[in-house]
């Protein structure tokens, strides 16, 4: 490692969460450094000037250089262990499901997370309101996607629990929290029991 390493973070968040939780299956030891989003603590000239210039947690601190975006700093604590895998295809499998999870899970299932659970329905404004539906059947696309590929396989990449699951597990583990049931998804709600099980796994921060 180099040098000490701070997460930036609030700890409810998913994609805090994942880079805790790849560390503990790793077994590197984390500092963490707390903000609170919902009073504006990223947004501060020390926070943009120092941390993050985006304004936005995580950032993995490693040593005096900083690492903004969850699956970026992930894949720099996982580098050369067995949560990536060897094989190149493999590599780049899991990529895209690191991808697609910013992409197409996260922008629905956490944004609605957040909306519902800790700003509160009745309080979005009209932009975000007009958005629940097609969030609501973006985020149940993206769920039944997964549910489909883990009744063939029983992980996401290479038959093997790898950095790809972590990384989806964050959120869709609370996805329910944001208002999309999980009954419907069987093969998901396995997975999630295959994943609590694994050596080293913590639980997400209340």
Not at 17 to 31: E, Q, S
Not at 145 to 172: K, S
């Amino acid at each position: 490692m180099d040098g000490q390493l701070i997460l930036h973070e609030y700890a409810q968040s998913g994609n805090c969460y994942k880079i805790r939780l790849t560390a503990a299956h790793l077994d590197i030891p984390l500092i963490r450094r707390e903000y609170d989003i919902m009073r504006g603590e990223t947004r501060t000239s020390a926070f943009l000037d120092n941390v993050n210039a985006n304004g936005r947690i995580p950032v993995l601190q490693v040593g005096d250089r900083f690492l903004p975006e969850s699956n970026a700093a992930c894949v720099w604590l996982a580098d050369g262990s067995h949560l990536i895998p060897n094989d190149r295809f493999a590599r780049a499998d899991m990529l895209h499901w690191m991808f697609w999870e910013q992409y197409n899970h996260e922008p629905n299932i956490a944004t609605l997370k957040f909306w519902r659970l800790f700003v509160g329905e009745d309080k979005l404004n009209d932009v975000q309101r007009a958005q629940l539906p097609g969030k609501q059947a973006a985020g149940e696309a993206a769920l039944k996607l997964m549910d489909d590929h883990l009744a063939r396989e029983p992980w996401l990449v290479a038959g093997a629990f790898g950095l790809a699951d972590i990384c989806l597990y964050a959120y869709t583990h609370t996805a329910e929290a944001g208002g999309f049931p999980l009954d419907a998804y069987p093969n998901v709600r396995r997975w999630f029991a295959d994943v609590a099980a694994q050596p080293g796994y913590i639980v997400m921060d209340s």
